[in-house]
């Protein structure tokens, strides 16, 4: 089964196209998208085998300079 998440990241205004780029090159990852209003600035959708494959995504992006906050919204029905 397939574990398909929204994944949501604040970051500093400069450092969004990098952060947007890094995402962009991770293979879980299926769309990721700047925003212009909202709580977040980027919003991406990712689909990993296990919650383990999710861990070790969410340390790839903690470990991204300058990323100030993230959350995970696990899709149930889709």
Not at 24 to 41: F, H, M, N, R, W
């Amino acid at each position: 089964m397939v574990v398909k998440v929204f994944f949501v990241i604040n970051a500093k205004p400069e450092r969004l196209n990098k952060i947007h780029a890094a995402l962009k090159s991770y293979d879980e990852v299926v769309l990721t998208c700047i925003v212009e209003s909202g709580p977040y600035a980027i919003v991406s959708m990712v689909e990993v085998d296990t919650l383990n494959d999710y861990r070790v995504l969410i340390e790839k992006v903690a470990a991204l300079p300058h990323t100030d906050d993230f959350t995970s919204f696990f899709i149930v029905n889709s």
